[in-house]
């Protein structure tokens, strides 16, 4: 399957199953599960065409493993990113380890620096373990710069952390006085 079409069903997919299932009419559960069959229909409603096999492949071909098929393989859902309020996953409080890191572009330094990392719509503010990671992630939106969380010390002052399926660590906000910059 060429990766151009893989490409843009992964992002219709994080679309329409992180924050917009209702653009076609697509209804997720609380722990963000949707039946495929049912997706696949109201993509085709509006003019994406899916099916069975590109969806599988979407999944598994991610690197960065941001879907989950069900057991049964009748349902998926997007292991983490959500801004729906119809879906709330219910993730295991873990330690993290002494450093996580945000990427981000240096356009957005100067907020970070005053509000530290917001959620924004989403559930979570999300982090990873490693800089190649957040760099690449910082790519996305600009001139990439890693920031330096000190995750151990924000646990161990009663910030919750979490680890989705994929790996992405996730906390509910990070205060500006433990971001560095790298």
Not at 83 to 100: A, D, H, I
Not at 113 to 123: A, D, K, N
Request: charged letters at 20%; glycine letters at 8%; a negative charge.
């Amino acid at each position: 399957m060429n990766s151009k079409k893989l490409n843009e069903a992964s992002k219709f997919l994080s679309y329409v199953l992180r924050h917009e299932p209702q653009s076609i009419g697509l209804q997720l559960d609380m722990e963000g599960w949707a039946e495929i069959d049912i997706l696949i229909a109201g993509a085709a409603k509006e003019g994406c065409v899916l099916d069975r096999e590109l969806i599988l492949a979407v999944v598994s071909s991610s690197d960065k493993k941001r879907f989950a098929i069900s057991n049964d393989a009748q349902y998926i859902r997007a292991v983490q990113g959500h801004s729906t309020g119809s879906v709330n996953l219910q993730y295991v409080k873990k330690e993290p380890p002494e450093y996580l890191y945000h990427g981000t572009a240096t356009r957005f330094l100067e907020s970070i620096q005053q509000q530290g990392l917001l959620s924004g719509s989403r559930h979570h503010v999300h982090l990873s373990q490693d800089i190649a990671t957040a760099t690449s992630v910082g790519q996305r939106y600009g001139t990439p710069v890693v920031l330096q969380i000190e995750a151990l010390q924000m646990y161990q002052q009663g910030f919750n952390f979490f680890q989705a399926e994929n790996g992405v660590w996730l906390t509910g906000h990070v205060p500006n006085f433990f971001i560095h910059q790298e």
